[in-house]
Nanobody, 117 residues
Framework: QVQLVESGGGLVQPGGSLRLSCAAS????????MSWYRQAPGKERELVAT???????NYADSVKGRFTISRDNAKNTLYLQMNSLKPEDTAVYSC???????????WGRGTQVTVSS
């Protein structure tokens, strides 16, 4: 059974930090491209960051220099280190696993991040 379970969300003040985790099971984690997405109330879901199977990374312009995506294939876990958080980072953050060929994708249910004073 495929599972992606996010954790680490919460309430943090502007300028603070959080580390999100996404624990994967039920599929070959190391063979999948992993990404973090977020969706704020009333807005469309947006791609935050991606890490490939070779650990190459890509970031949305809005989080470059503040967020770091990483993966630990031995632990089947994806991470998102978020620093210098802003109120506009408030959203539900979800992880996605994607296999390009044959195409498959899996999603977690998400974890809430709220940045507020």
């Amino acid at each position: 059974q495929v599972q992606l379970v996010e954790s680490g969300g919460g309430l943090v003040q502007p300028g603070g930090s959080l580390r999100l985790s996404c624990a994967a099971s039920g599929f070959a984690f190391g063979a999948y491209i992993m990404s973090w997405y977020r969706q704020a109330p009333g807005k469309e879901r947006e791609l935050v960051a991606t890490v490939t199977t070779a650990s190459s990374t890509n970031y949305a312009d809005s989080v470059k220099g503040r967020f770091t995506i990483s993966r630990d294939n031995a632990k089947n876990t994806l991470y998102l280190q978020m620093n210098s958080l802003k109120p506009e980072d408030t959203a539900v953050y979800s992880c996605k696993a994607e296999h390009p060929f044959p195409y498959r994708d899996y999603w977690g249910r998400g974890t809430q991040v709220t940045v507020s004073s």
